[in-house]
């Protein structure tokens, strides 16, 4: 039974873990569109087709409110991974706890033997 209880743990572990490193590349895209310049942004726009008949000051509105946008993203997710690298943290506790108690039941049916 608790063998069973170990690899639902670890099923649980893995699929956590894969989370953790999906927030993560998550994180660094919008961090690094964060980063990008209104110069940067308007010349991007431009190669893709976007932003192609508008003012300096209307690109400027624009990319400041998709700065606000991704801020709150960038806040989100990275309250997400707070919590799921938390959830990692007591996943691998509840699995060593599992494994101990497996390893002492072993030990005490071998001592009844």
Do not use: N, P, Y
Not at 10 to 30: D, G, P, T
Not at 36 to 52: H, M
Not at 64 to 89: N, V, Y
Request: aromatic residues 2%; glycine residues 4%.
């Amino acid at each position: 039974m608790l063998g069973t209880d170990i690899r639902g743990i670890i099923a649980e572990e893995e699929e956590v873990q894969r989370r953790k490193e999906a927030l993560k590349s998550l994180l660094s895209m919008r961090s690094k569109q964060l980063r990008e310049s209104l110069e940067q942004r308007i010349k991007r726009a431009k190669t893709c087709g976007d932003w192609i008949h508008l003012s300096q000051e209307e690109c400027a509105t624009l990319h400041k409110r998709e700065k606000l946008h991704l801020q709150s993203q960038f806040d989100k997710l990275q309250h997400e991974q707070d919590r799921t690298s938390g959830k990692l943290t007591a996943l691998k506790r509840a699995k060593v706890r599992a494994q101990r108690i497996r390893a002492a039941e072993a030990a005490s049916g071998r001592k009844r033997r």
